[in-house]
Nanobody
């Protein structure tokens, strides 16, 4: 059974930082690219950052470049998202899934809420 467990969200002031984690299970983690997504109420889920299976390639949505860094630890089946210089518009629920900017699996975790507010 494929599972994703996201954590690390919270309330942070504008300009602050957070590090999100996503622990994956139920599939061969090291064989898949991993993507972070985010969603705000009333909007579609959008991709944020992606990393290749062996971490040799990454890509970021335009508004996240130079602020977010994606990484992974295949030994721990975990993907991370370091978020710096956070802005109020980064407020969303953040999710991860396997695949390169397109979710491979239909199941999603509960997500982790990030709220950027003063």
């Amino acid at each position: 059974q494929v599972q994703f467990v996201e954590s690390g969200g919270g309330l942070v002031q504008p300009g602050g930082s957070l590090r999100l984690s996503c622990a994956a299970s139920g599939f061969r983690f090291s064989s898949y690219a991993m993507t972070w997504y985010r969603q705000v109420p009333g909007k579609e889920r959008e991709w944020v950052a992606v990393i290749s299976s062996v971490a040799r390639g990454t890509d970021y949505a335009d508004t996240m470049k130079d602020r977010f860094t994606i990484s992974r630890d295949n030994a721990k089946n975990t993907v991370y998202l370091q978020m710096n210089s956070l802005k109020p518009e980064d407020t969303a629920v953040y999710y991860c899934n396997a695949g390169w900017r397109t979710a491979v699996f239909a199941s999603w975790g509960q997500g982790t809420q990030v709220t950027v507010s003063s």
